[in-house]
């Protein structure tokens, strides 16, 4: 996948959780994700955290999202919070920034390593693959 793909699919995220938001409904003392929207907001978080985890490895990224769909989940209801929405809306924007300014980090350190051993001429060790 591209770095203009991914951009794109994390816009899509993005877009897909402001409309979210948008949706909250306001009622006596709360304010409350739409019922409809409940499962649809859960089912992005994991895709999202997925698609990090693929793309990046570990990374801290995915740990912010989980870390605020947590905190969004824990409070006297069990409802999504609308704050929980927000923050890893900011996270996403805070992804598609980073890819747009260095789309190297998308590179598997396997691939990184081969570009290096390509600049420098010889590897560390000669294999089937460099050959």
Request: aromatic content about 6%; hydrophobic content about 30%.
């Amino acid at each position: 996948m591209s770095p203009e793909q991914i951009i794109q699919r994390l816009k899509n995220y993005r877009s897909e959780l402001t409309g979210i938001m948008k949706r909250y409904v306001r009622k006596s003392n709360s304010y409350n994700i739409n019922s409809n929207d409940d499962p649809k907001y859960r089912t992005i978080v994991i895709e999202i955290t997925d698609l990090l985890d693929d793309l990046l490895g570990k990374n801290h990224y995915s740990k912010m999202i989980a870390q605020s769909f947590n905190e969004g989940i824990s409070n006297y209801l069990g409802s999504l919070s609308y704050k929980s929405v927000e923050d890893i809306t900011s996270v996403i924007n805070a992804i598609i920034m980073r890819i747009e300014t260095n789309p190297e980090i998308l590179q598997r350190p396997e691939e990184k390593q081969e570009q290096a051993d390509v600049q420098v001429g010889t590897p560390e060790k000669v294999t089937l693959k460099w050959l």
